[in-house]
């Protein structure tokens, strides 16, 4: 299952792309009594439920040898973005998509951690996994600086770009919106002159 505000944004959502491809059934619940009665609500009909946002979903194996070769440039990125996630790792849920972020499967839905808020209450500090996709040619060509100078000024503007795309994909508020169109600016207007 998996919980949002709403259908298109749940339909869309980078979480569910490896289980469409496997032809999972996913229980779209984009009403926010959902969030709660799932917290309780753990098997139906024998079948235990599962979020796609949190915990490893094992659909895939990870390819060792792509680890071995991304692991250095995911410490980084751990590095640079240590106050907002707790871990960067290869994704098992995305098939298209850059990035996209997780949870432990003990850890409170971003869903969840938005009701709250907009309810006025606290929530716990919790921070979030950023998953890769290894595939992407994204994260190929920030690989690629990073083995040429793993100290380059502009891995820190990816580290927060690849962050703030995944808090935007799973409809999240980004908490510094001028910084990223300085940064996606500063991007394009790179590669425009090329």
Same mark, same amino acid.
């Given at each position: 299952?998996?919980?949002?505000?709403?259908?298109?944004?749940?339909?869309?959502?980078?979480?569910?792309?490896?289980?469409?491809?496997?032809?999972?059934?996913?229980?779209?619940?984009?009403?926010?009594?959902?969030?709660?009665?799932?917290?309780?609500?753990?098997?139906?009909?024998?079948?235990?439920?599962?979020?796609?946002?949190?915990?490893?979903?094992?659909?895939?194996?990870?390819?060792?040898?792509?680890?071995?070769?991304?692991?250095?440039?995911?410490?980084? !990125?751990? @590095?640079?973005?240590?106050?907002?996630?707790? $871990?960067?790792?290869? %994704?098992?849920?995305?098939? +298209?998509?850059? &990035?996209?972020?997780?949870?432990?499967?003990?850890?409170?839905?971003?869903?969840?951690?938005?009701?709250?808020?907009?309810?006025?209450?606290?929530?716990?500090?919790?921070?979030?996994? !950023?998953? @890769?996709?290894?595939?992407?040619?994204?994260? $190929?060509?920030?690989? %690629?600086?990073?083995?040429? +100078?793993?100290? &380059?000024?502009?891995?820190?503007?990816?580290?927060?770009?690849?962050?703030?795309?995944?808090?935007?994909?799973?409809?999240?508020?980004?908490?510094?919106?001028?910084?990223?169109?300085?940064?996606?600016?500063?991007?394009?207007?790179?590669?425009?002159?090329?």
């Amino acid at each position: 299952y998996i919980t949002g505000d709403n259908m298109t944004a749940l339909l869309n959502s980078p979480l569910l792309e490896q289980l469409k491809a496997k032809n999972y059934e996913v229980l779209l619940m984009f009403d926010p009594i959902d969030e709660w009665v799932v917290q309780s609500l753990t098997e139906y009909d024998g079948k235990s439920l599962k979020s796609a946002e949190k915990g490893d979903l094992a659909l895939d194996k990870v390819d060792d040898d792509k680890k071995d070769k991304y692991d250095g440039l995911f410490k980084q !990125l751990r @590095l640079l973005l240590e106050e907002n996630i707790k $871990e960067v790792k290869p %994704s098992t849920r995305l098939t +298209d998509s850059l &990035a996209c972020l997780s949870g432990a499967s003990s850890d409170m839905s971003a869903y969840m951690e938005k009701i709250l808020k907009a309810s006025g209450q606290k929530t716990p500090d919790s921070k979030r996994i !950023l998953e @890769l996709n290894m595939n992407h040619p994204v994260v $190929e060509k920030i690989n %690629s600086i990073f083995e040429e +100078d793993a100290a &380059a000024p502009v891995l820190k503007d990816y580290a927060h770009i690849l962050f703030d795309l995944a808090t935007i994909s799973e409809g999240g508020k980004i908490d510094d919106p001028a910084g990223f169109t300085r940064r996606v600016g500063e991007l394009m207007s790179g590669a425009l002159k090329s």
